[in-house]
């Protein structure tokens, strides 16, 4: 059984100034199963956070089911469902914001216990934080600073202790390194891979940096406008990805090879807004270089191309030079 | 334990978060001074032996300038100014604190409510809103003088006008900071929600409710001031600022400048002294979270 | 013979405070030719940004150029220049595009307007219909194919890309020599900075124009430099052609920096430690507390030295044993 079962959800927002409503995620389904990370990649308004929010429960889904642990979160109470935070957590992106500036770092790290873990006593709890700061990398005395005192890096390290005291078996990692220096992103990530293996973690590995995605996952989601248009193992999708939105996004990665220059595939325009999402068709459509009638007739859904390896493209199949071909169309803006 | 890099010498910008008083004391030291000035003033006010009985009128004397036996002169009443300046500040320090407290006590979980529920509270606060369009000082004037000048009525009508502003503040601030990323990570955690008010909502907005309470105590001073002027409140002979700047207002074309000009100045450097500490509060406590 | 655009020599750039001194940019040394791009590189608080600002006199108090010069090519030293001069210079002949497009563009004025308040300002009086059509023809080049729509709107109006495409429409309106970019597409999408920097590629440099670029990002070096320039704590510490210091880096930092990139089946090389505090000006090489490779003559602060040609390393290793630290 998948430690994190996603069924069709779907949240909606209002459009600010009450015009019309913004699809943030539409129809997803994704699961995540003990031990493993699945990335979630996309651009920005592709609802990827949201979508690790609806699973954090910070937002509630329209539509759908969040099933952790085999449990539906959407049923839960309030009472219930904070049982289940202490098994489900979050690191967020910006380290600093993401800790209370007027709590020492010892009292940000014991919090989740004082309240998941109520028959622990000062002392014992105390010991924990202890240990848990060694374990991401701080030393034990920095319980005492305030966040404000701290590096990026160490900030980021204090959001990671906090997430692992309870002894979690899912966190939501959302884009926990975007914010970061090279050096101590790899710092950051090394731990994180180090976290996984020895307590067995499971990560939503939220992210728009495909380098960072391919190094951490074992499987991959891509997102756009909303919507999952290609999954699959990372291997996969990255070699021979099928669906022309993660082409696209595969070839705007930069190598660091001057003398390596991947294969391109231009999208036309900027990424489109949520609030014009077309009720029916693919919502690539209006960007993609190999668009043809029949995507804009039907809602294009995920589809098994290969075995794991779903595709929402109904050209799915063609090769990968016809589309390459087709897509010298420059720098045009239309 | 991870393989993960000892991070010693990674930098750390200030020191530990002790020794914050004294931090305050070097930034600021003139609202400190300020402070100061005035918690003598209050302790002098009530324990200190005054040079002479404020309340005694001393017709022997008559109205005289300052000299060396009378360091602010004396009234019309022969009484002497200096020790009714000082004894005044107890009456009116007392009376403008006691206004602010309650305006605190009751502001400040209305100000909380009112950003954690949605429905009713924002008719609350248009209510508010309405109540604070009204001419609150005539509000007050009418209310001490209904009451037959009792002075628990001023300290009411204080906390009156006092009140919709915290409330407006506090619930600004927290619906700021409800949209903070680390009030995400408390729902996150399942922190609930009388935890969450007290440890994560007071401690970050309890830095401008103290640069908000001194202003008040600032403006509930000027209001006592106002209403004693008016000959409301504090009546004569009890000393207050207010009423001893009526009585000495129309010496002053005669030249006796003395007795409206001390207790005039006593109110204007404590609303000056506070407006400077409520100044160097707020700028301590953004610099202190960065 | 290339023609060099810019040569920056032993600039400095200090942050004075009431009680120390942050030394943000310490004697950087660069040289723009024409036809080339030219990357900045490093992470944050190395000064890559500081001393560009420095450069165009852009920098914002306490921060202030302490020395040095700055060679633009038949105008003079930049550093020496009035205000007044400076102002002159800047749009005409070195166009500057910043991080934040929405920053760059006023949000009240239609972006017709502010083509045309640019025109004004260094004194080209051009009609409103010359004005205009001048516009349209620079946004057309930067690849904006309704370019009357985007005249008449507003800054709010556009997405990231448009805007940044906007911004460097203007930067190019006075056809400046060289174009200053400052992480021209840090904000973006990935998919929309690629559009950017082809643009700034294909568009932008011509023979006779260059561009100093200054980004975080390897990957963007690698593919759209000629020439590098790595940065660490307000020092080059190195800088030559992108295949030679990409390819075959001569400073322990540069490796590190290149191994930090996540490769899969790669081993991540973790930095120790942090950047140093530059409010002290250290004697010994300031990569030294987090270099693997350090020895006896790392106690002394290396000079900037050419170890083959336009390549330039600042590192005690390179004369120990030739370069390579691989």
């Known amino acids: 059984?998948?430690?994190?079962?996603?069924?069709?959800?779907?949240?909606?927002?209002?459009?600010?100034?009450?015009?019309?409503?913004?699809?943030?995620?539409?129809?997803?389904?994704?699961?995540?199963?003990?031990?493993?990370?699945?990335?979630?990649?996309?651009?920005?308004?592709?609802?990827?956070?949201?979508?690790?929010?609806?699973?954090?429960?910070?937002?509630?889904?329209?539509?759908?089911?969040?099933?952790?642990?085999?449990?539906?979160?959407?049923?839960l109470n309030t009472k219930e469902m904070r049982e289940v935070r202490a098994r489900l957590q979050v690191v967020f992106q910006e380290p600093f914001e993401s800790l209370n500036p007027r709590m020492s770092v010892g009292d940000i790290v014991s919090e989740p216990l004082i309240i998941h873990n109520r028959a622990m006593n000062s002392s014992e709890r105390e010991i924990r934080v202890r240990e848990t700061l060694e374990r991401v990398g701080l030393r034990p005395d920095s319980a005492t600073r305030l966040p404000g005192q701290l590096s990026g890096g160490q900030q980021q390290r204090v959001g990671i202790a906090r997430a692992i005291i309870t002894n979690p078996s899912l966190i939501v990692l959302d884009e926990p390194t975007s914010s970061l220096d090279l050096s101590v992103r790899a710092q950051i990530l090394t731990l994180l891979a180090d976290?996984?293996?020895?307590?067995?973690?499971?990560?939503?590995?939220?992210?728009?940096?495909?380098?960072?995605?391919?190094?951490?996952?074992?499987?991959?989601?891509?997102?756009?406008?909303?919507?999952?248009?290609?999954?699959?193992?990372?291997?996969?999708?990255?070699?021979?990805?099928?669906?022309?939105?993660?082409?696209?996004?595969?070839?705007?990665?930069?190598?660091?090879?001057?003398?390596?220059?991947?294969?391109?595939?231009?999208?036309?325009?900027?990424?489109?807004?949520?609030?014009?999402?077309?009720?029916?068709?693919?919502?690539l459509a209006p960007r993609c270089p190999m668009v043809i009638d029949a995507c804009r007739d039907r809602k294009i859904e995920l589809e098994p191309f290969a075995p794991h390896h779903d595709v929402a493209c109904i050209r799915a199949a063609e090769t990968s030079d016809a589309l390459l071909a087709s897509s010298s169309s420059g720098i045009e803006y239309n | 334990m991870a393989t993960?890099?000892?991070?010693?010498?990674?930098?750390?910008?200030?020191?530990?978060?002790?020794?914050?008083?004294?931090?305050?004391?070097?930034?600021?030291?003139?609202?400190?001074?300020?402070?100061?000035f005035i918690v003598v003033l209050i302790l002098a006010s009530l324990f200190a032996p005054l040079p002479y009985?404020?309340?005694?009128?001393?017709?022997?004397?008559?109205?005289?300038?300052?000299?060396?036996?009378?360091?602010?002169?004396?009234?019309?009443?022969?009484?002497?100014?200096?020790?009714?300046?000082?004894?005044?500040?107890?009456?009116?320090?007392?009376?403008?604190?006691?206004?602010t407290l309650l305006s605190l006590a009751i502001g400040v979980p209305l100000g909380l409510a009112t950003s954690v529920k949605r429905r009713w509270s924002d008719n609350l606060v248009r209510g508010m809103d309405a109540f604070q369009a009204f001419p609150l000082l005539i509000l007050a004037l009418v209310l001490v003088s209904l009451s037959g000048n009792k002075l628990y009525m001023v300290v009411v009508a204080i906390a009156l006008i006092n009140i919709p502003r915290y409330m407006r503040l506090i619930r600004s601030e927290v619906l700021s900071l409800r949209e903070a990323r680390f009030m995400e990570a408390t729902t996150a955690m399942g922190v609930p929600l009388p935890r969450t008010l007290r440890k994560h909502v007071l401690p970050n907005v309890m830095g401008i409710i103290t640069a908000q309470t001194t202003l008040t105590m600032?403006?509930?001073?000027?209001?006592?001031?106002?209403?004693?002027?008016?000959?409301?409140?504090?009546?004569?002979?009890?000393?207050?600022?207010?009423?001893?700047?009526?009585?000495?207002?129309?010496?002053?074309?005669?030249?006796?400048?003395w007795i409206a000009l001390f207790p005039g100045l006593f109110v204007l450097i404590c609303v000056w002294i506070l407006n400077q500490l409520s100044d160097a509060i707020s700028d301590f406590n953004t610099r202190t979270t960065r | 013979m290339t023609q060099t655009l810019l040569s920056v020599?032993?600039?400095?750039?200090?942050?004075?405070?009431?009680?120390?001194?942050?030394?943000?940019?310490?004697?950087?040394?660069?040289?723009?030719?024409?036809?080339e791009i030219v990357g900045i590189v490093g992470e944050s608080g190395c000064g890559k940004s500081t001393a560009v600002k420095g450069i165009l006199g852009l920098l914002q108090p306490p921060g202030q150029v302490t020395g040095g010069e700055a060679e633009l090519a038949g105008h003079g030293?930049?550093?020496?220049?009035?205000?007044?001069?400076?102002?002159?210079?800047?749009?005409?002949?070195?166009?500057?595009?910043?991080?934040?497009?929405?920053?760059?563009?006023?949000?009240?004025?239609?972006?017709?307007?502010?083509?045309?308040?640019i025109l004004r300002a260094h004194g080209e009086p051009a009609s409103q219909k010359i004005a205009r059509e001048r516009a349209r023809t620079m946004l057309a080049n930067v690849g904006i194919a309704g370019p009357d729509r985007v005249l008449d709107g507003y800054a709010h109006q556009l997405s990231g890309g448009m805007a940044q495409r906007v911004v460097i429409a203007m930067a190019m309106l006075l056809e400046p020599e060289l174009i200053i970019a400052d992480e021209p597409t840090t904000g973006l999408d990935v998919t929309v900075q690629r559009q950017?920097?082809?643009?700034?590629?294909?568009?932008?440099?011509?023979?006779?124009?260059?561009?100093?670029?200054?980004?975080?990002?390897?990957?963007?070096?690698?593919?759209?430099?000629?020439?590098?320039?790595?940065?660490?704590?307000?020092?080059?510490?190195?800088?030559?052609?992108?295949?030679?210091?990409?390819?075959?880096?001569?400073?322990?930092?540069?490796?590190?920096l290149l191994g930090a990139i996540p490769r899969p089946g790669h081993e991540l090389t973790r930095l120790r430690g942090s950047v140093p505090d530059l409010r002290v000006i250290p004697t010994e090489c300031s990569f030294k507390p987090r270099c693997d490779y350090e020895f006896a003559a790392c106690s002394v602060s290396p000079n900037l030295r050419e170890i083959a040609p336009d390549h330039l390393v600042a590192c005690h290793l390179s004369e120990r044993v030739g370069h390579g630290t691989s």
Request: hydrophobic content about 40%.
């Open chain 1, 1 to 75: 059984m998948a430690l994190l079962e996603l069924e069709g959800i779907s949240k909606q927002f209002h459009a600010r100034g009450g015009k019309g409503i913004v699809r943030a995620v539409n129809d997803v389904s994704l699961s995540i199963d003990a031990g493993e990370t699945v990335a979630l990649i996309g651009e920005s308004g592709s609802g990827k956070s949201t979508l690790g929010r609806l699973v954090l429960r910070l937002l509630e889904p329209d539509q759908g089911a969040v099933r952790f642990e085999g449990i539906d979160l959407t049923k």
């Open chain 1, 195 to 283: 976290l996984q293996r020895e307590l067995g973690l499971a990560y939503l590995f939220i992210s728009h940096d495909i380098s960072t995605v391919e190094y951490v996952s074992q499987r991959i989601a891509v997102m756009y406008l909303g919507e999952i248009l290609e999954t699959g193992p990372v291997t996969d999708v990255i070699k021979d990805p099928r669906h022309p939105y993660t082409r696209a996004l595969l070839s705007s990665r930069l190598s660091t090879d001057p003398n390596e220059s991947l294969p391109r595939l231009r999208l036309i325009g900027d990424i489109g807004s949520p609030t014009d999402v077309r009720e029916i068709g693919c919502v």
């Open chain 2, 4 to 36: 993960s890099p000892p991070n010693d010498s990674e930098r750390t910008k200030a020191a530990k978060p002790t020794g914050q008083f004294r931090d305050f004391v070097q930034m600021h030291p003139i609202a400190v001074g300020g402070a100061f």
């Open chain 2, 53 to 99: 009985d404020p309340e005694l009128p001393n017709p022997e004397v008559g109205i005289s300038p300052p000299s060396a036996d009378h360091w602010f002169g004396t009234d019309i009443t022969g009484a002497d100014v200096f020790s009714r300046t000082i004894a005044a500040a107890w009456v009116d320090l007392s009376l403008a604190l006691a206004g």
């Open chain 2, 218 to 257: 600032a403006n509930a001073i000027v209001v006592i001031a106002t209403l004693s002027f008016l000959g409301i409140g504090v009546a004569p002979p009890t000393p207050s600022w207010g009423s001893m700047i009526r009585s000495g207002s129309s010496n002053m074309i005669s030249g006796e400048w």
């Open chain 3, 9 to 35: 020599r032993d600039l400095s750039v200090e942050f004075v405070g009431h009680k120390s001194t942050v030394h943000a940019v310490n004697g950087v040394n660069l040289r723009v030719n024409a036809g």
């Open chain 3, 77 to 117: 030293d930049l550093l020496a220049m009035k205000n007044k001069q400076l102002r002159r210079v800047r749009g005409a002949s070195v166009g500057y595009v910043a991080q934040n497009p929405f920053g760059s563009l006023n949000p009240i004025y239609s972006i017709e307007v502010q083509f045309r308040n």
């Open chain 3, 196 to 256: 950017i920097l082809d643009l700034i590629r294909d568009r932008v440099v011509d023979s006779t124009r260059g561009i100093l670029l200054v980004t975080h990002d390897l990957g963007v070096i690698a593919q759209y430099c000629h020439r590098v320039v790595v940065m660490y704590a307000g020092k080059v510490v190195e800088a030559g052609s992108v295949e030679t210091v990409f390819g075959d880096p001569a400073h322990p930092y540069t490796s590190a």
